[in-house]
C-alpha cells in the first residue's frame, strides 16, 4: 500500500502546483499574513492550504499539530481536499495515531465529492462504511436557543411581525449560501432549513451520529436511498436530499411545523402512532429546540406531493392553520 500511496499523493501535490505555475498565474494567498486572515475567517481553502504548509514546512515551521487542526476546520465545513489531506495524516500517522478505518472513512466523504486523488486511494486502505469519525469532526455540542420575548411569545396566532428565527448558531458561509440557494427550489422557508441543520449536526458537514446519520441535515441511510442522494457526504446533495424530506413532510402534515419537525427526528409513523409528538425525550427536546429557533407554528405547502396524513383530518381544531401552496415539483 505505501508505495501507491506515495505516489497519489506526490500526483496531488503536483497537481495543485501545476494549477498555480500554469500561464504564471500566482497561487492565492501568495503572502502569509493573507493565508492566516482567510483561514482565521473561516475559509475552508485557506485552513486546508495553511494546513498544508505546517504540515510540510512551506514557510512555516513544521507543526503536525496545528496542521491537523486546520484540515479538521475545513473539513468540518466539507471541503473535500482537506477531508483528503486529513485521510492522509490518518493513513500515515502525521502526528496521530495510524488507523486505516478513519483514513477510509475520510477518503470516502472526499470521493463522494467528486475528488480523484481520494477515489484512488481508497483502492488501497481497507474501505469501510462510514461509522466513526476523528474526535475533530464530531458534532458540536448543542448551543442553547436565545430566549424568547415573553410578551411576543405570548401574542398567539399573530407571528407576522415576530423573526423567523430565533438563537441560531453562527452559520458558516458557505452552508448559508448553498441553502439560500437551493431551499426555495423545494418551497422550503430558508429560517427552517438552517434551524433543523443547527440541530441536526450544528453545521458540521462531516457529521456522523451513533444511528449512522450523517452529514449536514444527519440523513439515516434509508432516508438518503428514499430521496436518491448518492453522495450524502456532499454538501449540496446532502441538502437536497433532507430538503426533499422536509417538502414531503410539510405536504404530509399540511404545514404544521412541530409536526414536521417531530417527524424528522423521529420518522412520520412515529407521529401518526401517537397521533402528536411523540411521547420520546429527544424528539420532544428536538422539536422545542427548533421551534424556540423557528418561530412559525405553521408553513406554506404543496398539496400535490402526497396524500395528508390520516390525523390532519382528525378535527380541525387540532390542526395548525393550514396555507396551500400549489405549484410544480422541483426536481429533488
Same mark, same amino acid.
Given at each position: 500500500?505505501?508505495?501507491?500511496?506515495?505516489?497519489?499523493?506526490?500526483?496531488?501535490?503536483? *497537481?495543485?502546483?501545476?494549477?498555480?505555475?500554469?500561464?504564471?498565474?500566482?497561487?492565492?494567498? %501568495?503572502?502569509? &499574513?493573507?493565508?492566516?486572515? *482567510?483561514?482565521?475567517?473561516?475559509?475552508?481553502?485557506?485552513?486546508?492550504?495553511?494546513?498544508?504548509?505546517?504540515?510540510?514546512?512551506?514557510?512555516?515551521?513544521?507543526?503536525?499539530?496545528?496542521?491537523?487542526?486546520?484540515?479538521?476546520?475545513? %473539513?468540518?465545513?466539507?471541503?473535500?481536499?482537506?477531508?483528503?489531506?486529513?485521510?492522509?495524516?490518518?493513513?500515515?500517522?502525521?502526528?496521530?495515531?495510524?488507523?486505516?478505518?478513519?483514513? *477510509?472513512?475520510?477518503?470516502?466523504?472526499?470521493?463522494?465529492?467528486?475528488?480523484?486523488?481520494?477515489?484512488?486511494?481508497?483502492?488501497?486502505?481497507?474501505?469501510?462504511?462510514?461509522?466513526?469519525?476523528?474526535?475533530?469532526?464530531?458534532?458540536?455540542?448543542?448551543?442553547? %436557543?436565545?430566549?424568547?420575548?415573553?410578551?411576543?411569545?405570548?401574542?398567539?396566532?399573530?407571528?407576522?411581525?415576530?423573526?423567523?428565527?430565533?438563537?441560531?448558531?453562527?452559520?458558516?458561509?458557505?452552508?448559508?449560501?448553498?441553502?439560500?440557494?437551493?431551499?426555495?427550489?423545494?418551497?422550503?422557508?430558508?429560517?427552517?432549513?438552517?434551524?433543523?441543520? %443547527? !440541530?441536526?449536526?450544528?453545521?458540521? !458537514?462531516?457529521?456522523?451520529?451513533?444511528?449512522?446519520?450523517?452529514?449536514?441535515?444527519?440523513?439515516?441511510? &434509508?432516508? !438518503?436511498?428514499?430521496?436518491?442522494?448518492?453522495?450524502?457526504?456532499?454538501?449540496?446533495?446532502?441538502?437536497?436530499?433532507?430538503?426533499?424530506?422536509?417538502?414531503?413532510?410539510? *405536504?404530509?402534515?399540511?404545514?404544521?411545523?412541530?409536526?414536521?419537525?417531530?417527524?424528522?427526528?423521529?420518522? &412520520?409513523?412515529?407521529?401518526?402512532?401517537?397521533?402528536?409528538?411523540?411521547?420520546?425525550?429527544?424528539?420532544?427536546?428536538?422539536? &422545542?429546540?427548533?421551534?424556540?429557533?423557528?418561530?412559525?407554528?405553521?408553513?406554506?405547502?404543496?398539496?400535490?406531493?402526497?396524500?395528508?396524513?390520516?390525523?390532519?383530518?382528525?378535527?380541525?381544531?387540532?390542526?395548525?392553520?393550514?396555507?396551500?401552496?400549489?405549484?410544480?415539483?422541483?426536481?429533488?
Amino acid at each position: 500500500m505505501g508505495h501507491h500511496m506515495k505516489r497519489l499523493s506526490g500526483l496531488a501535490v503536483a *497537481a495543485v502546483l501545476s494549477a498555480y505555475s500554469a500561464g504564471g498565474v500566482a497561487a492565492p494567498w %501568495a503572502h502569509l &499574513e493573507a493565508l492566516e486572515t *482567510a483561514a482565521g475567517h473561516g475559509d475552508p481553502r485557506a485552513q486546508a492550504e495553511l494546513g498544508t504548509r505546517y504540515a510540510h514546512a512551506e514557510g512555516v515551521p513544521k507543526n503536525l499539530e496545528k496542521a491537523n487542526q486546520l484540515y479538521c476546520k475545513a %473539513a468540518k465545513q466539507g471541503y473535500a481536499e482537506a477531508q483528503y489531506q486529513l485521510g492522509w495524516t490518518y493513513a500515515y500517522g502525521r502526528g496521530v495515531a495510524r488507523d486505516d478505518t478513519l483514513a *477510509a472513512a475520510l477518503f470516502r466523504m472526499a470521493a463522494d465529492q467528486g475528488h480523484e486523488y481520494a477515489a484512488r486511494a481508497l483502492h488501497y486502505v481497507s474501505a469501510q462504511p462510514v461509522v466513526r469519525l476523528p474526535p475533530c469532526l464530531q458534532p458540536d455540542p448543542p448551543v442553547a %436557543a436565545a430566549s424568547t420575548d415573553a410578551s411576543a411569545s405570548a401574542r398567539v396566532g399573530d407571528e407576522s411581525d415576530l423573526p423567523a428565527a430565533d438563537g441560531i448558531p453562527k452559520v458558516p458561509p458557505e452552508i448559508e449560501r448553498l441553502v439560500r440557494r437551493l431551499a426555495p427550489q423545494y418551497a422550503v422557508d430558508t429560517q427552517l432549513v438552517l434551524a433543523v441543520i %443547527a !440541530a441536526e449536526s450544528a453545521f458540521n !458537514a462531516a457529521a456522523v451520529s451513533p444511528k449512522n446519520a450523517q452529514g449536514l441535515m444527519q440523513l439515516i441511510p &434509508e432516508t !438518503a436511498a428514499r430521496f436518491g442522494v448518492k453522495k450524502v457526504f456532499n454538501p449540496v446533495d446532502n441538502i437536497k436530499g433532507g430538503l426533499a424530506y422536509l417538502r414531503w413532510l410539510l *405536504a404530509f402534515f399540511q404545514g404544521d411545523v412541530p409536526l414536521v419537525v417531530a417527524a424528522y427526528n423521529a420518522g &412520520e409513523r412515529a407521529v401518526e402512532k401517537y397521533r402528536g409528538i411523540p411521547p420520546y425525550a429527544e424528539t420532544r427536546n428536538y422539536v &422545542e429546540r427548533i421551534t424556540r429557533m423557528y418561530r412559525k407554528a405553521s408553513h406554506p405547502y404543496e398539496a400535490g406531493i402526497v396524500e395528508p396524513s390520516i390525523i390532519m383530518s382528525a378535527s380541525a381544531a387540532d390542526v395548525a392553520v393550514k396555507t396551500p401552496v400549489r405549484r410544480g415539483r422541483a426536481t429533488p
